[in-house]
């Protein structure tokens, strides 16, 4: 565990608290709903047997295979969507390995190793101007700790040096290091796990129709489990927009915490100067991904995304007259990505707070560079 000392605002704590007593209460729902589906099958098993012993007849026997299909749709949707929360996070990109960037690999674990979390479990290449560290199972990483995945998007490699790249791992390593901000990653994750729950029974319905089609007294007892389940979401609907609301709390106010822990790693200079190149390559990145997708129906598309994506922070460079370091654009505040950027409005729905502020809490450190590395990472 690394020595860093962050500093944990009463706003992350108020929300910890919270998301902390709606984690349980979802918990909770999601055991009585369990043990209710389980008691309900059984009851409906029990009486319709109970029906078609009484009287033998065609009626009776619809009437038993109806309480058959409501307690058996009950249990195996509440079972299914429970057995959908175990899979594995799903990721769209392609895993490398350490024969494959051994250097990459190195500059990984040694980041790791400084944060003082563990190393990733697997590495993805993505295509995109970003980088993030994922879960590879919701449910487990809610109640163990369990490692992580990385993944880094070519694009991002396009517009950052070696100590950049470091930063910004060390940032993304950083949600996971400080045991004051597990319970964000435990709430990201438990809103996740209700997504797919709320999610996932869309086809109940479906086959409820399906069984009014073979028979209408069938179908017509089956429509209880659609009922039933509208009421369990409901109940889990609520607790979601309240897990929600306050997720996305403590993930701006992670943003900081993970900044401090980087800035620590890397210096002010080396976390501050990419934070804003980056989102020059994402406008540039985004501009260039509308526009090949307009060009699809002529079946028009890019051999290379990336190079046509320097060739266009270049014109963008010289457009608003920037300055380089080494061939790395140096912006300001001011002068781009305030233009585009949705995270720079205050908005109680957004994920990360303010560039301004972000930028005065990695100022707030103190903590300078030891050197400025200028060299890009692969180009």
Known sequence: MNSFKINVSETYKKAQKKSAVWIALFLITLFFSTILSIIIFIICVCGGI????????WITIFLGLGLLALGGLIVYYNIKFILNIFKKTATNGIEIF????????KLIKATADKVGTKHPK???????????????NNLQSLVFPTRKNLSIGVGLLHGIS????????????????????????????ATKIMEDILYSNQTLKFDVDNLGQINGIVG????????????IESILKIIHKKLEFNYLKLSREMEFHADQIATNVVGIETMSKPLLRIELYQ?????LANFYTNLQDDKKFSTNIYQNMNQLVDFYIDDYELFLENNLAIVGINEFNQNHSLLQFEDLWSTHPEMDKRLANIASTNHHSDFYDKTKLFL
């Open 50 to 57: 109970a029906i078609v012993i009484a009287k033998p007849m």
């Open 98 to 105: 350490e024969t494959d960037q051994p250097e990459l690999f």
């Open 122 to 136: 697997k590495v993805f290449i993505i295509d995109d101007v970003n980088a993030y560290v994922s879960y590879s």
């Open 162 to 189: 070696q100590n950049e790249l470091k930063g910004i791992i060390a940032h993304e390593f950083g949600h996971f290091s400080q045991k004051s901000m597990t319970i964000g990653s435990h709430v990201g994750n």
């Open 220 to 231: 017509f007892i089956s429509m209880g489990a659609v009922a039933y389940n509208k009421m």
């Open 283 to 287: 406008f540039v990145y985004q501009e």
